[in-house]
């Protein structure tokens, strides 16, 4: 299976599918699947514009709106991230994931999908210690605080992957590991980039999060970009506890292919800028009825998502999730059992095809009728139909609904502007979602069919009821300005841009790459998920340095 991998895309879509479509004719073969690693830029309009995190001269409405528009169509299925310079209020709309324009998926705060049998995970976002433990409590219109915040990583997410067993082919992010500089060649990088120099000897560079699930998952893959960079690294697990090790010549040790990761960061879309990456990575050769990949939610993911649903929290303060130090027995380790998933799976009545939903909400923009000059404000924040059907077929909740009504906002629905049938938006289950706003539902849990519990979340709002029944079963500182600044960790660096007119990489490599075995994490889960207000541990983010927002 051939895969595009892509850098910062910075809207430029209509650029990136052209020199794959050039790739392609030189190298007569066909891409199967682009994937880009943040700051993709789905603007849809001037009001999306105004919710990214740049000064005014840098917001450029780019091509993205071609697609949304449905004028221009992906070639190929694109997958992506989020980065720190994105349409938040589009993004917010599918925290779970889902379509943002015919063919282009985006994965969500986090998520986990199959594509032709390769297990495809990722994170969305930056690291930044003091909104780390917060809940996502964001919505638009933001402040200049929020609209920078929003797409700050919270530990939700990164505990939610934690749960992850089985291998992991390849995983997104937008920032790097912290110290994935040590594993490639890293003076090369600090020649390419002197700014960087500083950091590493401090051992500062990259996101802790990010380096934790690195060691924790062991993918076979790590694509990345944010530092607008190509970098190459290998990284050996040895054991158990997540070390790594180099080897230095030794034959005594030896590490099996499965515990090896190969991480990739690429640069931003720009003339001369290795920002592209073809690799030969071997998967199942899947096709759906329509000769199309396979593309399928998974249902380990799904599980989690629903078992920790009562850990969502849409809260500015901090909060603790639960770890093997919490009191009173309450379950830490939701990596699912064949009971739990098995319940999930019927829920999605044994289909995990992601639905082809798509549709339109928004106006787009239109350059003939844009005036220069003209002043555009934020929107307000909607709630997507693809994320409605979504929580009420797994029965979870959307936090940017829980965080508008905690914010004492109504709640508004976007409409579809689609006359499709795919499209078009059920109005049943707008009704059902409303007025399931004051009911109560059951928990999954062992011992729900004889003692059902209340699934409530930490906004301390009754939640919708799930569409399958349970009962069977028991900062201030101006970031990274496009062209102009770029943040890394806690700091802003600049770097000069090439303006020359050709768009071609530097360096297009096919790599053959083969899978491993897959390696599977025990677990032995007996309690059901019990809603917790106070904890005590989970400090090990929360040093002193990373608390403080970069200052202006």
């Known amino acids: ?20 479509a050039e790739i392609e004719k030189r190298d007569k073969i066909k891409i199967d699947l682009l994937l880009c690693c943040g700051d993709f830029q789905s603007t849809r309009n001037m009001e999306d514009l105004q919710t990214m995190a740049v000064p005014q001269k840098f917001q450029h409405m780019c091509t993205f709106y071609k697609y949304y528009a449905g004028e ?43 594509v032709n049998g390769l297990r495809i995970a990722g994170l969305s976002g930056i690291y930044k210690g003091n909104d780390y433990l917060k809940g996502r409590f964001e919505f638009s219109p933001y402040t200049e605080n929020t609209k920078r915040s929003v797409y700050h990583v919270r530990q939700l997410e990164v505990f939610r992957l934690k749960q992850l067993s089985g291998k992991i082919d390849i995983f997104l992010s937008h920032d790097w590991p912290k110290g994935i500089y040590n594993h490639g060649n890293k003076d090369q990088l600090a020649r390419f980039k002197p700014f960087l120099r500083d950091e590493m000897e401090k051992d500062q560079l990259g996101s802790r999060p990010n380096h934790d699930l690195l060691n924790a998952l062991k993918p076979s893959h790590w694509f990345a970009a944010h530092l607008h960079c190509k970098f190459a690294a290998i990284v050996q697990h040895n054991d158990e506890c997540g070390r790594v090790t180099s080897q230095v010549g030794r034959d005594d040790i030896q590490q ?18 290795r920002f592209l990456q073809i690799l030969d990575i071997e998967s199942e050769n899947h096709t759906d009825d329509e000769g199309q990949l396979t593309f399928e939610y998974d249902l380990e993911w799904l599980t989690i998502l629903y078992l920790t649903n009562h850990l969502t929290n849409v809260k500015e303060s901090y ?7 919490s009191v009173n027995g309450e379950r830490f380790n939701f990596t699912p059992t064949t009971e739990e998933t098995e319940f999930v799976r019927k829920k999605f009545e044994n289909d995990l095809k992601i639905p082809d939903n798509f549709c339109r909400t928004v106006e787009v923009y239109d350059p003939s009728t844009h005036q220069r000059g003209q002043h555009y404000k934020q929107p307000k924040s909607q709630i997507n139909p693809q994320s409605l059907s979504f929580c009420d077929t797994l029965g979870i909740d959307d936090p ?102 050709n768009n071609q990489p530097e360096s297009i490599n096919v790599v053959k790459e083969t899978d491993s075995s897959d390696k599977v994490k025990s677990t032995n889960l007996t309690k059901p998920p019990i809603k917790k207000f106070k904890r005590r541990n989970q400090d090990i983010y929360n040093s002193k340095d990373d608390e403080c927002e970069e200052s202006n």
């Open 1 to 20: 299976m051939k895969i595009a991998v892509e850098g910062c895309a910075h809207g430029e879509l209509e650029k990136i599918y052209e020199t794959i």
């Open 72 to 114: 221009l169509r992906a070639p190929m299925l694109t997958i992506f991230v989020g980065g720190n310079h994105e349409a938040s209020n589009y993004l917010q709309e599918l925290p779970y994931g889902g379509w943002v324009a015919p063919n282009i998926y985006y994965l969500g705060y986090a998520g986990v999908v199959h």
């Open 256 to 273: 099996k292919q499965s515990d090896v990761t190969k991480f990739l960061a690429l640069d931003k879309c720009l003339p001369k800028r």
């Open 319 to 325: 909060y603790y999730l639960p770890n093997e130090k």
């Open 400 to 501: 940017l609904s829980l965080a508008m009504l905690i914010g004492g906002h109504e709640l508004s629905h976007s409409s579809t502007l689609d006359n499709t049938e795919d499209s078009a938006l059920n109005e049943s289950i707008l009704d059902e979602h409303n007025s399931s706003l004051n009911t109560s539902s059951t928990s999954f849990g062992p011992s729900s069919a004889k003692s059902p519990m209340k699934r409530k979340s930490n906004s301390g709002l009754s939640l919708p009821k799930p569409k399958a029944s349970d009962s069977n079963v028991s900062g201030n500182k101006e970031e990274l300005q496009i062209d102009d600044q770029e943040e890394v960790n806690d700091n802003s660096y600049k770097e000069e841009i090439n303006t020359d007119d």
